[in-house]
């Protein structure tokens, strides 16, 4: 009798005890598949969150979702230059500094995890607003705050040495600066020796003197953070090589890693460089023009037609409707140049609606370069056209700064930004209508045509 109940007990207990285990595993398993679960739905609320802010669409479509894209970015190192994928995060802790590759809701914690010194990091968008520092997971280089949760935009400057891409670049970034000192836009470099080489290189233009050459042909990308307030926000990475990459096909070819995710170009054209135009002035207009103009190396159309060749050979670049899908922004540069020529040859003052048109007018009839006023359209999906001289922006006009033209300058990047954020176009349109407000008035035919038949006769 007591071995018979012992035996039963024993099989009883066995059950309970199997009984008890499957639940356990059950339960546990459950709890990490909940845990990875809501782990995967606070990115996605992540995700959705940037996505209606930044682009509040009327209805969903692909094209809105296909913007998630837009969060991937490269190193900006151009030692490393590799696909950003998790970033290392350091502790904040100032006596640890320990770096946490594996950030994210999961088992180890749903809304934090806890370092080895005891802090508390937070696994959701840990590196958004630069609550902790991020770091590339391959090369170890300090990352921009906020990457891999704002929008990134790629913005190539592309032209033949001495074109005045770099002069343009600071051009630019003054513009923007200016917005923010406006208060209409929010500006903040990613990295100290950037905000440095900006300062010294505007100090050195404002005294009149010539900013150097890009030193490598490779150089890292010059990053900044760029935002409407209460609005969206992007970063900002510009690559401006050394122009000597540009004259050759064969090193283009095997070091344009750079334009794999840049869906924006600024090509800036060098009138006192293309033949076309120069041919129509003396002997001696062209000694001066040369003497005060600095040259490019070569004509734009050179350089353009060889990046065209060496962007339709890559076919991992998208392409729409046979055109490859890239914003292209065409800048005439040292129009204080062609202020000195004959005024058949000038480019007038005009009204910001006119001189998309106006610009590409110029470059078809007057300067005799429909290569550069009409093959930009045929290859690329968008393309726009402005006229500006840097070097007026950065040191005015007669030693005084203009500042309506110093925003204009900013323009074209802005338009870039504006491709995906309505905000963006808005301050755009404020913009022009302030600066037509404070000009002369607009003439009276506003046809292009018109104008240049007066000065002809």
């Known amino acids: 009798m007591w071995r018979a109940g012992t035996a039963i007990g024993v099989a009883v207990a066995g059950g309970l005890a199997r009984t008890a285990y499957a639940v356990h595993r059950t339960l546990v398993i459950t709890t990490i598949a909940v845990l990875r679960l809501a782990g995967a739905a606070l990115r996605f609320a992540e995700a959705a969150r940037w996505l209606l802010r930044e682009t509040r669409p009327a209805r969903p479509t692909l094209a809105m979702f296909r913007r998630l894209g837009e969060l991937g970015a490269d190193c900006p190192y151009p030692d490393c230059a590799r696909p950003l994928g998790r970033p290392f995060y350091e502790c904040p802790n100032t006596d640890c500094h320990r770096r946490h590759d594996d950030l994210r809701p999961g088992r180890g914690g749903l809304l934090y995890r806890v370092c080895a010194c005891g802090t508390r990091l937070r696994t959701w968008a840990p590196g958004r607003r630069g609550r902790l520092a991020s770091y590339c997971g391959s090369c170890e280089g300090r990352l921009p705050d906020g990457i891999g949760h704002l929008p990134i935009v790629h913005i190539a400057l592309i032209g033949p040495p001495a074109s005045g891409k770099t002069t343009m670049l600071v051009a630019t970034l003054a513009g923007l600066q200016d917005l923010a000192y406006q208060r209409d836009l929010t500006l903040s470099f990613a990295f100290r020796p950037d905000e440095a080489w900006y300062r010294r290189s505007m100090q050195m233009v404002a005294d009149g003197g010539w900013l150097e050459s890009t030193a490598t042909p490779n150089p890292r990308a010059l990053v900044v953070t760029v935002g409407i307030p209460r609005g969206p926000r992007r970063i900002v990475f510009f690559f401006d090589p050394d122009g000597d990459l540009y004259t050759d096909q064969q090193t283009l070819r095997t070091t344009h890693r750079y334009l794999e995710r840049t869906h924006n170009a600024l090509l800036v054209v060098d009138p006192s460089a293309q033949p076309a135009l120069l041919d129509q002035l003396t002997p001696k207009q062209q000694a001066a023009a040369n003497s005060a103009a600095h040259p490019a190396a070569e004509p734009t159309y050179d350089t353009m037609r060889r990046l065209i060749r060496v962007l339709h050979a890559d076919r991992s670049l998208p392409r729409r409707g ?113 600066r037509q407000s404070s000009r002369h008035p607009a003439l009276r035919d506003p046809t292009h045509r018109a104008h240049y038949a007066g000065l002809e006769r």
Do not use: H
């Open 322 to 434: 046979g055109r490859l899908a890239l914003r292209l922004a065409v800048v005439v540069s040292k129009t204080d140049w062609l202020r000195g020529l004959p005024s058949v040859l000038r480019l007038p003052e005009l009204t910001p609606e006119q001189q998309d048109g106006l610009v590409r007018y110029w470059l078809n009839q007057p300067a005799r370069l429909p290569e550069l006023g009409q093959e930009p359209s045929k290859e690329f999906t968008e393309t726009r056209y402005w006229a500006l001289s840097a070097a007026d922006c950065l040191r005015g006009r007669n030693g005084t700064v203009n500042p309506a033209e110093r925003i204009a300058a900013a323009e074209p990047v802005l338009w870039m930004l504006g491709a995906s954020a309505r905000g963006f176009r808005r301050l755009i349109i404020r913009q022009q209508k302030a």
